[in-house]
């Protein structure tokens, strides 16, 4: 066979995705030359992006194209696929960790800007309430100087605060003592420019004896700008005033929190609950903003609305720099004045450790490149044989002519031919019997129920455990009522898809005569009736049926020649035996005979109980001396687990179980439902 075998030519640029490659790419240079050149409109950006999409795309498909009609001639030489195998172990981890320390840095990015942001704005939070704690303090002291208290207050704090704003109001149940019956009367001081101060103190500010957040209001000149807004209301020691400081986040504001923490508010984004300008961005930032992964992030805070004081979140957006913010937190860590290093010299440090890496990466490719000659000489003589067995040729025998690893290949090929075609027959028949257990796999799966049905008063756990791949246990649950529920457990024998066949005829009866008859006995009989036809000669089922009715306090229960049905109550444990014998028996006069012996048990039932229906893969579970577990073990169990919850008992059960056994094998499936009855309070 030729080296590198005839292929047709690709010719990119008269395919579809090569027409779209070459217009995408000339659009997308137009657009980015004339928006360097030009102011352009918005959707023409909106366009550029479109472009760039479908450049991403032609790409791609290209490649796609180009690999599928090229495959078999670029990866014919076993050298190549070597050093394609090299390349691949050695990039793609690569590429994993980049995107891994890419996430992860994004993340911590992320949590650093939104952590350093919201420090600051506390400060400033906080800085607020005790201006306004102490010029309460003082009005409380000295009611007549209210207004010198204040102005005095926002003398001292002009210059670092320009925007600052006080104001002292009565509250709404004092104001007209306060006033001799008239207005409240409001003493201010500041600029309030940002907005009129309030004229009343909304009443959930009163009850709440003051407050500290952050406001959303607009300008009346800009009613679709929402501006943020911090407040601080404090009431005076008498109770009868309140101050209020107000500090709009204006540009002066921005620019101090950009100095202390790296981070810059940009604009905003909040519910209709804060303001009426909801989810409208703020302003542009002054001047361009450069876009990229770890310059910009959300930070998102507690915002309330200042006449109904109902909270909500506001989204802002923060452009943060990793730079910027790097040198914040080095500066106040005094990291830099520590060790002398910047963010240059940590940006040249890993500079140099990826030149380092991928230094190393390269002679990896060289090394590998170097054995993979080593390895290919002896490769033909491997294809080669191959090709005579792929013809039918299990005769053909390789010629071994070196004693390395290779060599040992050689000879290992020659035995595997000579028992390809036993192993392939092995195969289909192996195939066959699994595509027979996957059918009947899905088939019980689909049977058995997904969860316990919900009933209030009762609480249920259940266990299904093959020992097979499939086996033939099965329970269900009815729903007969609001306060009724059939139970089955049943035991079909046999295994593999026969048994999975009988369980969906089983449970296609039972929905269709569950709820049409609700004696046990009598369900059971016409069951029988209906199954002794279907069923063949070696098989039969064992069953119990249990109903639960909570309005009566009673279960009533019928056993088709199953395992006894076990009640725990009040520490003791009721072994339930009614005669009955199994279902489905294809013999003269089985029918009548089933009939006679069948029995329905009724008996109370009491807060507490503990109802426990299995197969007898859990009593007949034997130890490696051939012991079994009993229902006499699994009463005791019961008995003195009776107050735990069904999923308790259902685990300490199996584990007593697990534990008898020991080592040994399980033969039989192992099912079990535990049903428990409410108690009054909690029902």
Same mark, same amino acid.
């Given at each position: 066979?030729?080296?590198?075998?005839?292929?047709?030519?690709?010719?990119?640029?008269?395919?579809?995705?090569?027409?779209?490659?070459?217009?995408?790419?000339?659009?997308?240079? #137009?657009?980015?030359?004339?928006?360097?050149?030009?102011?352009?409109?918005?959707?023409?950006d909106?366009?550029?992006?479109?472009?760039?999409?479908?450049?991403?795309?032609?790409?791609?498909?290209?490649?796609?194209?180009?690999?599928?009609?090229?495959?078999?001639?670029?990866?014919?030489?076993?050298?190549?696929?070597?050093?394609?195998?090299?390349?691949?172990?050695?990039?793609?981890?690569?590429?994993? &960790?980049?995107?891994?320390?890419?996430?992860?840095?994004?993340?911590?990015?992320?949590?650093?800007?939104?952590?350093?942001? @919201?420090?600051?704005?506390?400060?400033?939070?906080?800085?607020?309430?005790?201006?306004?704690d102490?010029?309460?303090?003082?009005?409380?002291?000295?009611?007549?100087?209210?207004?010198?208290?204040?102005?005095?207050?926002?003398?001292?704090?002009?210059?670092?605060?320009?925007?600052?704003?006080?104001?002292?109001?009565?509250?709404?149940?004092?104001?007209?003592?306060?006033?001799?019956?008239g207005?409240?009367a409001?003493?201010?001081?500041?600029?309030?420019? @940002?907005?009129?101060p309030?004229?009343?103190?909304?009443?959930?500010?009163?009850?709440?004896?003051?407050?500290?957040?952050?406001?959303?209001?607009?300008?009346?000149?800009?009613?679709?700008?929402?501006?943020?807004? &911090? +407040?601080?209301?404090v009431?005076?020691?008498?109770?009868?005033?309140? #101050?209020?400081?107000?500090?709009?986040?204006?540009?002066?504001?921005?620019?101090?929190?950009?100095?202390?923490?790296?981070?810059?508010?940009?604009?905003l984004?909040?519910?209709?609950?804060?303001?009426?300008?909801?989810?409208?961005?703020?302003?542009?930032?002054?001047?361009?903003?450069?876009?990229?992964?770890?310059?910009?992030?959300?930070?998102?805070?507690?915002?309330?609305?200042?006449?109904?004081? +109902?909270?909500?979140?506001?989204?802002?957006?923060?452009?943060?720099?990793?730079?910027?913010?790097?040198?914040?937190?080095?500066?106040?860590?005094?990291?830099?004045?520590?060790?002398?290093?910047?963010?240059?010299?940590?940006?040249?440090?890993?500079?140099?450790?990826?030149?380092?890496?991928?230094?190393?990466?390269?002679?990896? !490719?060289?090394?590998?490149t170097i054995?993979?000659?080593?390895?290919?000489?002896?490769? @033909?003589? !491997?294809?080669?044989?191959?090709? +005579?067995?792929?013809?039918g040729?299990?005769?053909?025998?390789?010629?071994?002519?070196?004693?390395?690893?290779?060599?040992? !290949?050689?000879?290992?090929?020659?035995?595997?031919?000579?028992?390809?075609?036993?192993?392939?027959?092995?195969?289909?028949?192996?195939?066959?019997?699994?595509?027979?257990?996957?059918?009947?796999?899905?088939?019980?799966?689909?049977?058995?129920?997904?969860?316990?049905?919900?009933?209030?008063?009762?609480?249920?756990?259940?266990?299904?455990?093959?020992a097979?791949?499939?086996?033939?246990?099965?329970?269900?649950? /009815?729903?007969?009522?609001?306060?009724?529920?059939?139970?089955? &457990?049943a035991?079909?024998?046999?295994?593999?898809t026969?048994?999975?066949?009988?369980?969906?005829?089983?449970?296609?009866?039972?929905?269709?005569?569950?709820?049409?008859?609700?004696?046990?006995?009598?369900?059971?009989?016409? #069951?029988?009736?209906?199954?002794?036809?279907?069923?063949?000669?070696?098989?039969?089922?064992?069953?119990?049926?249990?109903? %639960?009715?909570?309005?009566?306090?009673?279960?009533?229960?019928?056993?088709?020649?199953?395992?006894?049905?076990?009640?725990?109550?009040?520490?003791?444990?009721?072994? %339930?035996?009614?005669?009955?014998?199994?279902?489905?028996?294809?013999?003269?006069?089985?029918?009548?005979? /089933?009939?006679?012996?069948?029995?329905?048990?009724?008996?109370?039932?009491?807060?507490?109980?503990?109802?426990? !229906?299995y197969?007898?893969?859990?009593?007949?579970?034997?130890?490696?001396?051939?012991?079994?577990?009993?229902?006499?073990?699994?009463?005791?169990?019961?008995?003195?687990? @009776?107050?735990l919850?069904?999923?308790?008992?259902?685990?300490?059960?199996?584990?007593?179980?697990?534990? /008898?056994?020991?080592?040994?094998?399980?033969?039989?499936?192992?099912?079990?439902?535990?049903?428990?009855?409410?108690?009054?309070?909690?029902?």
């Amino acid at each position: 066979m030729p080296d590198n075998p005839p292929h047709r030519d690709l010719e990119p640029f008269r395919t579809l995705p090569g027409r779209l490659f070459l217009l995408s790419l000339v659009l997308l240079v #137009v657009v980015v030359v004339l928006q360097r050149a030009f102011a352009l409109p918005e959707v023409v950006d909106v366009f550029r992006k479109v472009v760039a999409l479908a450049l991403l795309v032609a790409t791609g498909w290209l490649a796609v194209l180009g690999i599928v009609r090229n495959r078999r001639a670029f990866l014919w030489r076993v050298r190549r696929k070597l050093l394609l195998s090299y390349v691949v172990l050695g990039i793609v981890p690569v590429v994993l &960790i980049i995107a891994f320390v890419l996430a992860g840095s994004f993340l911590l990015y992320i949590n650093v800007a939104s952590y350093v942001f @919201h420090e600051g704005y506390t400060d400033a939070l906080e800085n607020i309430r005790e201006f306004a704690d102490t010029s309460a303090g003082e009005i409380g002291r000295n009611p007549a100087g209210t207004r010198a208290a204040i102005e005095r207050k926002f003398t001292n704090l002009e210059s670092r605060y320009p925007q600052l704003s006080f104001a002292v109001l009565p509250v709404a149940d004092v104001a007209p003592a306060l006033n001799g019956g008239g207005p409240a009367a409001i003493v201010q001081s500041g600029r309030w420019s @940002h907005m009129a101060p309030p004229k009343s103190i909304p009443s959930w500010v009163a009850a709440a004896h003051g407050f500290t957040g952050t406001l959303i209001y607009t300008s009346p000149g800009a009613p679709d700008e929402p501006h943020l807004l &911090i +407040r601080s209301v404090v009431p005076t020691a008498d109770g009868q005033r309140m #101050v209020i400081a107000d500090l709009p986040i204006d540009t002066d504001f921005i620019a101090q929190q950009q100095d202390r923490t790296g981070a810059r508010i940009e604009d905003l984004t909040s519910s209709a609950v804060c303001g009426d300008a909801a989810s409208r961005p703020r302003v542009a930032p002054a001047g361009g903003s450069v876009r990229s992964l770890f310059r910009q992030t959300v930070a998102f805070m507690d915002c309330a609305d200042w006449d109904t004081g +109902r909270q909500d979140r506001v989204a802002i957006r923060l452009d943060a720099p990793v730079p910027r913010l790097y040198q914040r937190i080095a500066t106040v860590a005094q990291i830099t004045a520590a060790i002398g290093v910047g963010w240059d010299f940590f940006l040249i440090f890993l500079e140099v450790v990826g030149v380092l890496f991928l230094i190393v990466q390269a002679s990896a !490719l060289v090394v590998g490149t170097i054995w993979a000659r080593s390895i290919t000489s002896a490769v @033909h003589e !491997l294809f080669e044989g191959t090709e +005579r067995v792929q013809q039918g040729d299990f005769a053909h025998r390789i010629k071994v002519t070196s004693q390395d690893q290779l060599g040992d !290949l050689a000879g290992q090929f020659n035995r595997m031919s000579a028992s390809i075609e036993h192993l392939l027959h092995v195969q289909r028949e192996k195939q066959r019997l699994d595509d027979e257990l996957r059918i009947a796999r899905e088939i019980q799966k689909s049977l058995l129920p997904v969860q316990p049905p919900t009933m209030p008063g009762l609480s249920i756990a259940d266990l299904c455990e093959p020992a097979r791949e499939v086996g033939g246990d099965y329970y269900d649950f /009815f729903d007969l009522g609001p306060r009724q529920l059939g139970v089955l &457990i049943a035991d079909v024998s046999g295994k593999g898809t026969s048994a999975a066949l009988y369980m969906a005829e089983l449970k296609g009866l039972m929905l269709a005569l569950s709820h049409s008859e609700r004696s046990p006995r009598r369900l059971l009989i016409d #069951v029988n009736r209906r199954l002794a036809d279907q069923l063949d000669n070696r098989s039969f089922i064992t069953m119990t049926y249990a109903v %639960i009715d909570l309005e009566a306090g009673t279960l009533t229960c019928a056993r088709a020649g199953h395992t006894p049905l076990i009640v725990a109550s009040h520490g003791e444990s009721e072994v %339930i035996i009614p005669d009955g014998m199994v279902l489905g028996l294809r013999l003269p006069g089985a029918g009548e005979r /089933f009939e006679q012996l069948l029995c329905e048990h009724t008996r109370p039932l009491h807060p507490g109980d503990v109802i426990v !229906l299995y197969t007898d893969g859990i009593t007949e579970a034997m130890d490696a001396d051939g012991e079994l577990f009993g229902d006499a073990a699994l009463a005791r169990v019961l008995a003195s687990q @009776h107050h735990l919850d069904p999923a308790g008992i259902r685990e300490r059960v199996l584990r007593d179980v697990k534990a /008898f056994v020991g080592d040994a094998e399980p033969h039989d499936d192992m099912t079990m439902v535990v049903i428990k009855i409410a108690d009054q309070d909690a029902a």
